[in-house]
């Protein structure tokens, strides 16, 4: 008999939470890497392919159904301040997808992977911070037109969806919402948060709705922000756009962009997860200085809520 085909992202996200991976940029620093270039982890894109792999592999092996592309802060205006053209730029974009998807096939044993392109906002490029506070200065018109050739790109290399993360304005949404349109993959759109509103300053619940009629958007939610930020936005988001909820926060650290160090205790805990899945989150993971035991303390958690029966508590 034929063999039936793989389900597409949107089929499994429909049958079940997945688990996302954590920070990137932090496993590579743990392997002993240097991300103080402008190009963060995107610049291994280029100086080390199998450093991105062994990253990926290490969050498949803790639990991970879905890999996020090292290609959040990846973009052609970046590669030209390193001197690399615009076609060797667009290779190394296609290449986050190739990476992820050769760790994904790294492990036999049926469980299938997923690979998340990551888009990250414009403010992620001018590595100043600005991806914590939006409000850049640009029209949704600019936006998109920056936006528009890397999304092209990584959408033609076949990921299973596009990561639109740390989105930090409204703005920079209606940007990205336009482009996906029509495109012919599936996204998630996930804000960056502070409180009940994004960073730019607005109202979460609009920055949501934004959301709500895209049919490419499978799922709409937050990731870089405060765990207990996060807690109080899965059921905003759920409420306002009836649509699966994507949620991955940090550690509950914050960043100090003046001293470029991390401060305070962490606060990502794996419980918070039956919380999120309560109140209708699908993609669950964590974002910056949420390494693989993070993740893998979480997928145990939603291994234990997918063994339960329907109705069961807890």
Same mark, same amino acid.
């Given at each position: 008999?034929?063999?039936?085909?793989?389900?597409?992202f949107?089929?499994?996200l429909?049958?079940?939470?997945?688990?996302?991976?954590?920070?990137?940029?932090?496993?590579?620093?743990?392997?002993?890497?240097?991300?103080?270039?402008e190009?963060?982890?995107?610049?291994?894109?280029?100086?080390?392919?199998?450093?991105?792999?062994?990253?990926?592999r290490?969050?498949?092996?803790?639990?991970?159904?879905?890999?996020?592309?090292?290609?959040?802060?990846?973009?052609?205006?970046?590669?030209?301040?390193?001197?690399v053209?615009?076609?060797?730029?667009?290779?190394?974009?296609?290449?986050?997808?190739?990476?992820?998807?050769?760790?994904?096939?790294a492990?036999p044993?049926?469980?299938?992977?997923?690979?998340?392109?990551? +888009? %990250?906002p414009?403010?992620?490029?001018?590595?100043?911070?600005?991806?914590?506070?939006?409000?850049?200065?640009?029209?949704?018109?600019?936006?998109?037109?920056?936006?528009?050739?890397?999304?092209? +790109?990584?959408?033609?290399?076949?990921?299973?969806?596009?990561?639109?993360?740390?989105?930090?304005?409204?703005?920079?949404?209606?940007a990205?919402?336009?482009?996906?349109?029509?495109?012919?993959?599936?996204?998630?759109?996930?804000?960056?948060?502070?409180?009940d509103?994004?960073?730019?300053?607005?109202?979460?619940?609009?920055?949501?709705?934004?959301?709500?009629?895209?049919?490419?958007?499978?799922?709409?939610?937050?990731?870089?922000?405060?765990?207990?930020?996060?807690?109080?936005?899965?059921?905003?988001?759920?409420?306002?756009?009836?649509?699966?909820?994507?949620?991955?926060?940090?550690?509950?650290?914050?960043?100090d962009?003046?001293?470029?160090?991390?401060?305070?205790?962490?606060?990502?805990?794996?419980?918070?997860? %039956?919380?999120?899945?309560?109140?209708?989150?699908?993609?669950v993971?964590?974002?910056?200085?949420?390494?693989p035991?993070?993740?893998?303390?979480?997928?145990?958690?939603?291994?234990?809520?997918?063994?339960?029966?329907?109705?069961?508590?807890?």
């Open positions: 008999m034929p063999t039936a085909p793989p389900p597409d949107a089929a499994a429909a049958a079940g939470p997945l688990v996302l991976d954590g920070g990137m940029s932090n496993q590579l620093a743990a392997a002993g890497h240097d991300l103080s270039d190009l963060w982890s995107a610049r291994l894109l280029a100086d080390d392919p199998g450093a991105v792999v062994a990253a990926h290490a969050y498949f092996e803790a639990g991970a159904d879905v890999a996020i592309t090292a290609s959040y802060q990846a973009s052609f205006a970046g590669f030209a301040r390193r001197g053209g615009r076609a060797g730029a667009a290779r190394l974009l296609a290449s986050s997808v190739e990476l992820a998807r050769e760790a994904a096939r492990e044993g049926g469980r299938r992977r997923w690979v998340a392109a990551s +888009v %990250g414009y403010g992620a490029v001018l590595a100043d911070g600005s991806e914590y506070r939006g409000r850049y200065g640009l029209g949704v018109a600019e936006l998109v037109a920056f936006h528009r050739p890397r999304l092209e +790109v990584l959408a033609a290399a076949g990921p299973d969806v596009l990561a639109l993360e740390t989105v930090p304005d409204a703005d920079e949404a209606r990205l919402l336009e482009l996906v349109r029509g495109l012919g993959v599936p996204a998630w759109l996930s804000f960056s948060v502070d409180g509103r994004t960073r730019a300053g607005q109202p979460l619940a609009e920055a949501f709705a934004l959301a709500a009629d895209v049919d490419e958007v499978l799922a709409v939610g937050v990731n870089c922000c405060t765990p207990q930020d996060a807690d109080r936005a899965v059921a905003v988001a759920a409420e306002v756009t009836g649509k699966p909820v994507v949620v991955y926060p940090n550690s509950g650290e914050r960043w962009a003046e001293n470029r160090g991390w401060r305070g205790e962490p606060t990502f805990r794996s419980f918070r997860v %039956g919380g999120w899945l309560a109140e209708g989150a699908r993609l993971g964590g974002c910056c200085r949420v390494g035991d993070g993740i893998a303390a979480l997928a145990a958690e939603v291994a234990v809520r997918r063994s339960r029966p329907a109705g069961a508590g807890g």
